[in-house]
């Protein structure tokens, strides 16, 4: 399972690979990051369907997450990456903006990341 993760902090590519290293290890998944919402776009647009799931932040400098999420679901149709939003602020605007421009989930920072993979075997049965 391909998984890009877009996030403006630096910091979460070690995280993610910390604690999916057996995952990793086991060629279960791969990680691509991207830091912005742009360089996310980029990276799909030079890797078309090699992401089959993004996880992606909502609050970042630049294209927020929410702008990220509907040039997705506008562009990439068939198949349609699953794309899970992360964020520091579970407030339900946020969560409303993210289901209405077809978010397949919505997870809160600190990420759970026993939940987190979990999801991820579910999103993918």
Not at 41 to 67: C, R
Not at 81 to 94: F, K, Q, R, S
């Amino acid at each position: 399972m391909k998984i890009l993760v877009v996030d403006d902090e630096k910091d979460v590519q070690a995280l993610f690979e910390q604690r999916f290293r057996k995952e990793i290890r086991a060629a279960e998944v791969s990680f691509a990051f991207a830091f912005s919402g742009e360089e996310a776009l980029e990276y799909m647009k030079a890797n078309v369907h090699k992401a089959i799931l993004i996880l992606s932040d909502i609050n970042m400098p630049g294209m927020s997450g929410l702008e990220l999420l509907r040039h997705i679901k506008e562009k990439y149709e068939v198949p349609p990456p699953i794309v899970m939003m992360l964020t520091a602020y579970g407030d339900a605007e946020n969560y409303n903006q993210a289901m209405k421009l077809g978010a397949d989930d919505f997870l809160t920072k600190p990420v759970d990341f026993v939940a987190l993979k979990e999801k991820l075997k579910s999103k993918l049965v």
